[in-house]
């Protein structure tokens, strides 16, 4: 573990699509906070489900489990993950610390990738549920507008060159076609999404069937239950350690495709105020230029595609990450996707 900065203070390298761009919903859904009591809540499902198909674990525990899922030490956390070089089993230590009774049965028969990949496809599926809206939004009000406009004559281009005429609405059409393909995309990845499940360390279950004395049936149980717990209609039949990389790949893919498509119309739109006719909207004390404050920069669409860009070269990184899982998984793949997965969707680039 890196030993890091303050990142609250002006002397601490903060990113700038967290302080700057990204809304503070998707950045809570992508919080530590979140992340380590999903931790816990997965514990707490792991636990019950055990104990529901007959594990000695008792009620007690499974209450002390609840009582204490936001009660996060995260200092203590972060000494303990200092101290045994390994993120599960730190916080599995801070939570047997404020849970006693319950610290024998946390985590048991698990891999860390049961909460840390499981983790990953909860937060990959809530935070298209959160742009999902966002971009349907986008689409209706870009339809309102084309409605408005679907009679209004302008000057087509072909090459940047004056071509046959076209319309306003027509125009806007192409936009609005973008982004339905988009939303397709993004909604039947969000329904695809399935999770890790509870596999064990290789993927075989061979703890499970172990803590059940080779009774088969109730390690398929266990996994359903889990899976049913969490909110997903299916898991995994097949995995190594983690969830197949494969997933990545399809969610981030469309992330970048969307910003290819928001770079198209906001490239569109720049060059529509270069013309004059288009102008985003322009506030009573803002300043377009410190040396000509008279001016209209179209910023918010050049600040589009300033992120846009970003955000379509980053779709290199799963397809790198995926092609070097080593058999049932490889550890380098860990500080990447703790990088490159929010930020595939921190970049503020819808409206």
Request: glycine letters at 6%.
């Amino acid at each position: 573990m890196a030993a890091g900065g303050d990142h609250g203070s002006p002397d601490s390298y903060r990113s700038p699509l967290a302080s700057r761009y990204a809304s503070p919903e998707m950045c809570f859904v992508f919080s530590d906070r979140y992340k380590f009591r999903t931790w816990r809540q997965l514990w707490l499902w792991l636990a019950e489900a055990e104990q529901t198909l007959g594990l000695p674990i008792t009620d007690e525990q499974i209450q002390e489990m609840k009582s204490n899922l936001e009660n996060i030490d995260f200092k203590m956390a972060a000494e303990e993950e200092k101290r045994l070089r390994h993120d599960v089993m730190a916080h599995v230590h801070t939570f047997g610390h404020c849970c006693p009774k319950a610290a024998g049965i946390i985590h048991l028969g698990a891999t860390s990738c049961y909460v840390g990949d499981n983790t990953d496809l909860i937060i990959l599926r809530n935070a298209l549920d959160l742009l999902l809206p966002k971009l349907a939004r986008v689409i209706s009000r870009l339809a309102d507008f084309a409605k408005e406009r679907a009679s209004l004559p302008t000057l087509g281009f072909t090459h940047f060159q004056p071509a046959q005429l076209t319309t306003v609405g027509k125009r806007c059409c192409l936009w609005i076609q973008d982004l339905c393909m988009d939303l397709q995309n993004l909604k039947r990845v969000r329904d695809d999404l399935r999770f890790r499940g509870v596999k064990g360390t290789t993927g075989t279950q061979a703890s499970f069937l172990q803590l059940f004395e080779g009774d088969d049936h109730k390690v398929e149980q266990l996994d359903k239950m889990v899976t049913e717990k969490a909110g997903f209609k299916r898991a995994f039949i097949i995995t190594g350690q983690t969830y197949t990389r494969k997933v990545d790949i399809e969610v981030l893919s469309v992330l970048a495709s969307l910003g290819a498509s928001v770079h198209k119309i906001c490239t569109d739109i720049r060059l529509l105020a270069n013309l004059k006719e288009m102008e985003e909207p322009f506030e009573k004390q803002q300043i377009g230029s410190s040396a000509m404050p008279y001016k209209r920069n179209p910023m918010r669409s050049e600040r589009c595609c300033s992120l846009a860009r970003h955000l379509m070269t980053l779709v290199m990184d799963p397809l790198q990450t995926a092609s070097v899982q080593w058999f049932e998984r490889t550890l380098d793949d860990s500080a990447n996707r703790r990088i490159c997965l929010p930020r595939h969707f921190l970049p503020q680039i819808l409206y």
